[in-house]
C-alpha cells in the first residue's frame, strides 16, 4: 500500500521561502509519478508541480514557474517542493500524490487522476 507523510509548510512573509517533504513508501513498481497539487478555500484542487521519479522529468503550472522546483532524493523515496518568492496566491493547502507513470501522458494536473495522497500541509503566506 503506498503511503505518503508530509512535512513542511507553515507561515511565510510575502517575498520568502518554504520547502515541503513528502516521503513515500509502498511502492510496488520501481517508480511513480509524485506530484503537488495544492486547494485553497472554495477553490478546485490545482497541480502546481508532478516529477517523474524514473527519470527526474520535471512539468509546472505556468503559476509557479520559475518559482517552485520540484525534486527528488537519489534514493527516489522522498519529493520536494521547494517555493520561493512566495506570494498571498500561494496560500492554500498543499498536498503531495502519487499515480503510476502513465498519468503523465494525460493531463497530468486533473487532481482526479491521483489515486494517492498525503495528509496535506498548509502554507499561509501573509505579513
Known amino acids: 500500500q503506498v503511503q505518503l507523510v508530509q512535512s513542511g509548510g507553515g507561515l511565510v512573509q510575502p517575498g520568502g521561502s518554504l520547502t515541503l517533504s513528502c516521503a513515500t513508501s509502498g511502492f510496488t513498481l520501481g517508480y511513480y509519478a509524485i506530484a503537488w497539487f495544492r486547494q485553497a478555500p472554495g477553490k478546485e484542487r490545482e497541480g502546481v508541480a508532478c516529477i517523474n521519479t524514473q527519470d527526474g522529468s520535471t512539468y509546472y503550472a505556468d503559476s509557479v514557474k520559475g518559482r517552485f522546483t520540484i525534486s527528488r532524493d537519489n534514493d527516489k523515496i522522498t519529493v520536494y517542493l521547494q517555493m520561493n518568492s512566495l506570494q498571498s496566491e500561494d496560500t492554500a493547502v498543499y498536498l503531495c500524490?502519487?499515480?503510476?507513470?502513465?498519468?503523465?501522458?494525460?493531463?497530468?494536473?486533473?487532481?482526479?487522476?491521483?489515486?494517492?495522497w498525503g495528509q496535506g500541509s498548509q502554507v499561509t503566506v501573509s505579513s
Open positions: 500524490a502519487a499515480q503510476a507513470p502513465w498519468v503523465l501522458t494525460t493531463n497530468w494536473n486533473n487532481f482526479r487522476l491521483w489515486g494517492s
